[in-house]
């Protein structure tokens, strides 16, 4: 079936607004060639030579020789920023965190995607499990580097069973493809306990070393479970003596890797350190951070840029201020630890910490990114907030004012009475909004 990209908009004074070509019409081939995707677009425009053909929509058919600057765009914007239906997932894995939510959220919460281009454009984890050699190769030409993997266990028979799906053991022969092609990676693995922890976890990292240097790093995050696990595998929560045997199996082989291959190669989320009670691990250890949104290393920096923010920070203008914080709970003993450290400087600054037990999703939720409006208003309905409410950017659906179940950020001002503030993810971010 042929392919056509429906043009949505063209930029003024463009290549493609001087040819008048418009919204509307659709783009068929480029050079001769059919266009999968946004990555053959860009591959095949960044010529000073091509031939693009042009589909009215009356039927006609408009073919255009254009000379142009190599890296010069046509001016096109189409449909769908990837130019192509997203790849979802056909795993059903036993931890999978979209098959514990309730029922009755917005839709886009419920698709499982498991698409490589996702993973290069927007930082998301894949599992290779839908991926024909086509795909992989496909990544090589174009280097779509880094490709973020879910490992999970690199135990063949083990990973069918996690994934509930036949050929995902098969599915890691792809790993040793980009490495021949020396395309850079980053691995995860989800842990459940009694399952890919232990022996299987010691095996799993023994194996991705030898993807080193093209394996850049390897995260290893505890499972999140809800309380909407009815009818799904029967996970057990880690207790905080697990995760301190996680922590030493982690350091142990960080200490290997620093001495063989100059890296520490595999971190700890935060959540365990956490869970353990142990103290975050200093900046050197994270190898500059490269799987931050995966949790790993988020409470170091936030720590250390709000202390040197801190450090070089005076106030202008002095003046009682009171404010609140309300967060995960996990993250609720740092944050009191830094605000702490803050009002020590401006004893004129009054900062309490509420942390905020995850009702919705269940109480072994304990991120902040995860909580909800309904949660936030339930718990601090009626409690001195102060002049302001600070919020994490992370509770908010990206690029707009709305939270996980659809609560807006007016309706929680107006059910709470407080100005609410929403801080970005950086200590001088959080500094500047409790000073003012």
């Not at 939510?101 to 919460?109: I, S």
Request: glycine share 8%; aromatic share 8%.
């Amino acid at each position: 079936m042929e392919k056509k990209h429906i043009i949505n908009k063209v930029e003024k004074g463009s290549i493609a607004d001087e040819l008048n070509i418009a919204p509307g019409d659709a783009l068929i081939c480029i050079n001769g060639q059919k266009i999968e995707d946004v990555f053959d677009y860009h591959y095949l425009i960044h010529e000073e030579e091509v031939t693009v053909l042009i589909r009215k929509p009356d039927g006609e058919e408009w073919e255009f020789e254009i000379e142009k600057d190599y890296d010069e765009d046509l001016g096109i914007v189409f449909e769908s920023g990837l130019m192509d239906d997203y790849k979802s997932c056909r795993n059903k894995c036993i931890f999978c965190f979209i098959d514990q939510m309730p029922k009755g959220m917005r839709d886009t919460l419920y698709f499982k995607d498991d698409d490589s281009r996702l993973s290069f454009l927007q930082g998301n984890y894949i599992t290779l499990t839908n991926m024909k050699q086509n795909d992989i190769e496909r990544i090589i030409r174009y280097r779509l580097e880094p490709i973020n993997i879910s490992v999970h266990t690199t135990n063949p028979a083990l990973r069918c069973k996690m994934l509930n799906n036949s050929f995902a053991g098969e599915a890691l022969a792809h790993m040793q493809r980009l490495k021949e092609e020396s395309i850079q990676m980053n691995g995860q693995i989800v842990l459940c306990k009694g399952i890919n922890d232990g022996a299987e976890l010691e095996q799993s990292i023994r194996d991705l070393t030898s993807y080193i240097p093209c394996m850049q790093s390897l995260s290893v995050v505890p499972a999140g479970m809800t309380k909407y696990r009815e009818g799904l595998y029967p996970l057990e929560p880690f207790t905080k003596t697990d995760a301190g045997e996680v922590i030493s199996v982690i350091h142990r082989w960080q200490q290997y890797c620093m001495e063989r291959y100059g890296i520490h190669f595999v971190h700890a989320g935060d959540e365990w350190y956490l869970m353990a009670e142990k103290e975050i691990p200093k900046e050197e250890t994270y190898d500059g951070y490269l799987q931050l949104e995966n949790g790993v290393g988020m409470m170091r920096l936030l720590e250390d840029e709000f202390l040197e923010a801190l450090d070089k920070t005076e106030r202008k203008t002095a003046g009682m201020r009171k404010l609140t914080i309300a967060t995960g709970t996990l993250a609720a003993p740092l944050l009191t630890k830094l605000c702490g450290r803050l009002m020590q400087k401006f004893p004129d600054i009054f900062v309490r910490v509420i942390p905020i037990r995850n009702d919705f999703f269940g109480e072994q939720i304990t991120v902040a990114g995860l909580l909800t409006g309904q949660d936030l208003i339930a718990q601090l309905k009626g409690v001195d907030l102060g002049e302001k409410l600070l919020l994490s950017s992370h509770l908010l659906r990206s690029g707009e004012e709305v939270f996980l179940d659809d609560v807006t950020l007016t309706e929680l001002k107006n059910a709470l009475q407080v100005q609410v503030d929403i801080v970005k993810s950086s200590g001088q971010d959080f500094v500047d909004a409790c000073i003012g």
